[in-house]
């Protein structure tokens, strides 16, 4: 079992959509929680980051983390063709900042 | 302030060879970590240097290592390449090694290395 899984795709969408990407892991030490989005031949960006369970929103994007069930998620409302990239989740246990990544996720939103 | 840069963008070797590969840290940051990212995959840690000393390796062979300079600048040597070291190379710094708040890691773009 990998210690970060994450809901394969590819994933398209009409513009304007509500979408819902996910992971899920194994390591009850990670604490610190990451996305990262993720163009075509471009390193990773960071999109979101989280501290332990909770809620965290900027702009059209939320991040939830709930660590009782091992499991986030990333909310992107009203999609726009140009949030159409891999998107990553990554988490680390702060014990250093080795990230583990998930195998990403492409997202196409269509116009 | 400058981000993360890497050199080169591409690189093509044969199987056996050696190769070297740079990265500058973002201005300030004293951590670099490199990650290998092969097709369609996540990345996966290699190692990661604070203030010039490998702070943690991730599970790769030791033909795989590195070198971090005074000035934060970092290079990922890999020998005797093997068809399977074909991927993206990312470099990544940040202000410190434990990942907390305010430790983010900033991802340079990466070279991308074909092993024929």
């Known amino acids: 079992q990998k210690e970060v899984e994450q809901d394969p795709g590819p994933l398209s969408v009409p513009e304007g959509a509500i979408v819902s990407l996910n992971c899920t892991y194994s390591?009850?030490?990670?604490?610190?929680f990451m996305w990262y989005r993720q163009y075509s031949r471009k390193g990773p960006e960071l999109l979101m980051y989280t501290y332990s369970s909770g809620n965290k929103e900027d702009g059209r994007f939320t991040a939830q983390v709930d660590k009782s069930s091992k499991y986030i998620s990333l909310f992107i409302r009203d999609s726009q063709p140009s949030d159409s990239a891999t998107y990553l989740c990554?988490?680390?246990?702060?014990?250093?900042?080795?990230?583990?990544f998930g195998k990403g996720i492409t997202l196409s939103v269509r116009p | 302030e400058t981000g993360v840069t890497q050199s080169p963008t591409h690189l093509i070797k044969t199987r056996g060879q050696q190769v070297t590969l740079r990265c500058s840290s973002q201005s300030g940051h004293n951590t670099v970590s490199w990650y290998q990212q092969a097709l369609g995959q996540g990345p996966q840690f290699i190692f990661q240097?604070?203030?010039?000393?490998?702070?943690g390796r991730g599970n790769f062979p030791p033909r795989f290592s590195g070198l971090q300079f005074p000035n934060y600048s970092s290079e990922l040597n890999v020998n005797a390449l093997e068809l399977d070291d074909s991927a993206l190379y990312l470099c990544?710094?940040?202000?410190?090694?434990?990942?907390?708040?305010?430790?983010?890691?900033?991802f340079g773009p990466g070279t991308r290395l074909l092993v024929l």
């Open positions: 390591n009850s030490a990670f604490q610190y």
């Open positions: 990554a988490m680390t246990t702060g014990a250093n900042s080795k990230l583990t």
């Open positions: 240097y604070y203030r010039e000393e490998e702070n």
């Open positions: 990544a710094s940040s202000l410190g090694a434990s990942g907390g708040v305010g430790e983010t890691q900033y």
